[in-house]
Nanobody
Framework: QVQLVESGGGLVQTGGSLRLSCAAS????????MGWFRQAPGKEREFVAA????????YYAESVKGRFTISRDNAKNTVYLQMSSLAPEDTAVYYC?????????????????WGQGTQVTVSS
């Protein structure tokens, strides 16, 4: 079992930046590939970014490529999502997730553990 806790969400203006963090506890963090997903009101949860166990492999949704950066610090058991050039359509609850199989996957069904989410609101 691994517990995931997101933080860093908030209200930001269009064009602004935020950094989300996801702290893990429980089993060895470096055993998991990690992903970020988001869910806007009335919409399905969608993939944002994923990172491999060691951090060298990264994968982004087209909608965030060039604006968001995923990274991890295995010594701190934390994965980050640096978001810049934010737009109102980025408004959502952002979730981190862990995949024990180590896939860099865009599919939520591939992830074993999920955090509770952190709200990001981008005002126009």
């Amino acid at each position: 079992q691994v517990q995931l806790v997101e933080s860093g969400g908030g209200l930001v203006q269009t064009g602004g930046s935020l950094r989300l963090s996801c702290a893990a506890s429980g089993r060895t963090f470096s055993n998991y590939a990690m992903g970020w997903f988001r869910q806007a009101p009335g919409k399905e949860r969608e993939f944002v970014a994923a990172i491999s166990r060691g951090g060298s492999g990264k994968y982004y949704a087209e909608s965030v490529k060039g604006r968001f950066t995923i990274s991890r610090d295995n010594a701190k058991n934390t994965v980050y999502l640096q978001m810049s050039s934010l737009a109102p359509e980025d408004t959502a609850v952002y979730y981190c997730a862990g995949d024990l199989a180590g896939r860099i996957s865009a599919y939520s069904r591939d992830y074993d553990y999920w955090g509770q989410g952190t709200q990001v609101t981008v005002s126009s």
